[in-house]
């Protein structure tokens, strides 16, 4: 079975840090680009970042950058998605996706609940 | 910037009846970079239909999308009881950007 199994999510205060991971199984992780999208409780997807197969280009939503850092380590199947300066809203489920045919977001994990509340 | 707008907000509707979803975009986009996708409540979302053609594995043959320019929609032909959800639109490009959903209950 393809499947993303993401992890990290957490309760932290506003301007903090935290690390999500995001890895892969059932596929050949090193082909496919990666990307994360967040849902604040009750509301739509937003596309939060994306990093290409090899990790050499990455792209990023206006509302993170230059706060988020997303990265990948092939050898251990495994996108990370570093965040500073964390801001309440900020608060969501963060999901990881494999990027298929056409761009499309053709597997997604279960997602990481971080919380960023004073 | 490219915004998805999708319409209606909520539609109502009852099984066996059809169900047309639109997806608008405030500029000319390709047809073969609009996605669209299901969230059941408390799930991660699900790929449904992508590109000119594709479609996600396993999906029903009563999912079909559609349009071009700047007008896209996704028609569910006969509903099944397990259909009611939130569907989302999305511009396939290096920024993702989704519309902001329609509930289908």
């Known amino acids: 079975d393809v499947q993303l199994l993401e992890s990290g999510g957490d309760w932290l205060q506003p301007g903090g840090s935290l690390r999500l991971s995001c890895s892969g199984f059932?596929?050949?992780?090193?082909?496919?680009?990666i990307t994360w999208v967040r849902q604040a409780p009750g509301k739509g997807l937003h596309w939060v970042s994306t990093?290409?197969?090899?990790?050499?280009?990455?792209f990023y939503a206006d509302s993170v950058k230059g706060r988020f850092t997303i990265s990948r380590d092939n050898s251990k199947n495994t996108v990370y998605l570093q965040m500073s300066g964390l801001r309440v809203d900020d608060t969501a489920t963060y999901y990881c996706?494999?990027?298929?045919?056409?761009?499309?977001?053709?597997?997604w994990g279960q997602g990481t609940l971080v919380t960023v509340s004073s | 910037e490219i915004v998805l707008t999708q319409s209606p907000g909520t539609l109502s509707l009852a099984p066996g009846e059809r169900a047309t979803l639109s997806c608008r975009a405030s500029q000319t986009i390709s047809t073969n970079q609009i996605g669209w996708y299901q969230q059941k409540a408390g799930q991660a979302p699900r790929l449904l239909t992508y590109?000119?053609?594709g479609r996600a594995t396993g999906l029903p043959d009563r999912f079909s999308g559609s349009g071009s320019g700047t007008d896209f929609t996704l028609t569910i032909a006969r509903l099944e009881p397990e259909d009611f959800a939130v569907y989302y639109c999305?511009?396939?490009?290096?920024?993702?950007?989704f519309g902001q959903g329609t509930r289908l209950e």
């Open positions: 059932g596929f050949t992780f090193k082909n496919y680009a």
């Open positions: 999305q511009h396939l490009d290096s920024k993702g950007t």
């Open positions: 990093i290409t197969y090899s990790g050499v280009s990455t």
């Open positions: 996706a494999k990027l298929g045919d056409d761009d499309a977001f053709d597997v």
């Open positions: 590109g000119l053609s």
